[in-house]
């Protein structure tokens, strides 16, 4: 009896605290799920200061809470949708497209980069090797390994072919068989006729 009753003083509280969780964890994935099972905790918790017994906080947390992720949660989304914003993106999908970091060489077989403060596993998703410091884009997330590229504007310049590969660049102008030309040379100058002498007069 002395259990039951300090089970019914604390019901509140625990309920309470199941509702922070909750919260927390909404934070976290951003999809409105765990946002409204803690409104359900809440409507739980409330039921219990107004002397409820534990089994009726119960009935009260799963109606509210399928009321919510019923009705309220698809109506949040869709307001979003309506406001040109798009949906909440949880869990590893919301890495794909962020920025990140090489922090050692990444190849198609493995590295390590840096996604915010995060240290991830990563390959790259084509031929050659990313040296450190690059920047890079998330493509996909594969398990626990980030599926990278380089960003365009360090594609060209720090992701290397593959081994043994000459570099890429402008191919040179072919010189003709007489060698390079050379600019033409300038006229000559006609020389002025001379005045006829009086010999040549007689």
């Known amino acids: 009896m002395i ?3 300090a089970l019914e003083d604390w019901l509140g509280l625990w309920w309470l605290i199941g509702a ?22 809440l409507a739980a918790a409330a039921a219990a200061w107004i002397g409820a017994v534990w ?16 009705a ?27 920025l990140a970091e090489a922090v050692t060489p990444v190849d198609e077989h493995g590295g390590r980069i840096k996604i915010g403060g995060d240290v991830w596993t990563a ?3 084509g ?10 884009v998330v493509q996909a ?21 593959p081994l043994g590969a000459e570099p890429v660049g402008p191919e040179p102008r072919p010189e003709t068989e007489t060698g390079p030309s050379r600019p033409p040379k300038p006229p000559r100058r006609a020389r002025p006729a001379k005045a006829p002498t009086n010999d040549e007069g007689n």
């Open 20 to 41: 922070i969780l909750l919260g927390v964890v909404e934070v976290m994935t951003v999809d409105f799920t765990f946002l409204m099972l803690a409104v359900g905790a």
């Open 123 to 125: 390959r790259f998703d």
């Open 55 to 70: 089994w009726v906080t119960i009935i009260v947390f799963g109606v509210v809470a399928g009321v919510m992720l019923i």
């Open 72 to 98: 309220v949660r698809p109506l949040l989304l869709s307001r979003l949708k309506a406001k040109g914003e798009a949906a909440p993106v949880s869990g590893t999908a919301a890495l794909v497209g962020k």
């Open 3 to 5: 259990g039951g009753k």
């Open 141 to 161: 997330i594969d398990g626990a390994t980030a599926v990278v590229v380089p960003a365009p504007e360090d594609g060209a310049d720090q992701a290397s072919g």
């Open 127 to 136: 031929e050659g090797i990313i040296v450190p410091g690059t920047t890079l």
